[in-house]
């Protein structure tokens, strides 16, 4: 059994999708981020980081494991599955899950503080990590080209990347002319576990029919996790 700490988030979609993926039982405890409850010095001790995702592994003897990228990376091996065992198809699936991890996530959620949350608006910042987290998202359609999947066959890297450039429409990015990053994020959404772990938990905003009171809503309770994030920093 393994207990997921987390929010509906990217990086936390990726973890539940994974979980759903490859069939793992396990149980959610969602937090409450705008209260700051991922600052607790209880889940401190989990995740020293303050962040979310986290698992605790009760098989593993209570192992606890933080960073969504480690946690894709400890489930795959935990279980054989998601991330080829030779070194070179290893190698590949963390090539691009690296990608992800120090590209494709921190300049979206830059888009997404600078475009989405901060009261002021910086046309610089948000040109910046807009035009960045489009540049990437180019390199995944040039990637998907000639290749169904990104390292291969299906994996964690997939699964670490489609989590982020699925909400490419909240970072103000605009997917016209990636065509195969395109199929790439409608083959993917379409697998079943990919919509179980979406549904984990559940987003409170559906972009696709929010309405701009709803919209705001979502925004003012993302800028007090972001306000309170510097307050802590």
């Known amino acids: 059994m393994i207990t997921l700490y987390t929010a509906a988030t990217p990086n936390g979609h990726k973890v539940s999708i994974a979980l ?36 605790v592994d009760h098989d593993a003897g209570d192992f606890p494991v933080f960073e969504s990228g480690a946690i894709l990376v400890w489930l795959a091996e935990k279980t054989g599955r998601l991330m080829p065992a ?33 009261p002021e608006k910086i046309p610089v910042a948000i040109d910046r990590y807009q035009a960045e987290g489009r540049r990437l998202l180019a390199v995944l359609d040039h990637r ?34 990636l065509p195969h990053l395109q199929r790439w994020l409608k083959q993917i959404r379409a697998r079943p576990a990919v919509e179980r772990g979406l549904a984990v938990p559940p987003s409170r905003l559906d972009l696709a029919d929010a309405s701009e009171d709803q919209i705001e809503r979502f925004v003012a309770g993302a800028r007090r996790i972001v306000e309170t994030g510097r307050e802590r920093s």
Do not use: C
């Open 86 to 118: 030779d070194p070179k198809g290893r190698s590949l699936v963390l090539q691009w899950l690296m990608f992800q991890m120090a590209g494709v996530g921190p300049m979206m959620g830059q888009a997404n503080v600078f475009f989405r949350y901060l």
């Open 144 to 177: 998907l080209a000639d290749h169904e999947y990104l390292a291969g066959d299906y994996s964690i890297a997939d699964i670490a990347n489609f989590a982020w450039a699925r909400t490419h429409r909240w970072s103000g990015i605009d997917l016209s002319g």
């Open 20 to 55: 759903e993926e490859l069939g793992l039982q396990y149980q959610v405890r969602v937090l409450d981020l705008a209260a700051g409850e991922q600052k607790q010095d209880w889940y401190l001790a989990l995740n020293p980081n303050g962040r979310i995702p986290a698992i």
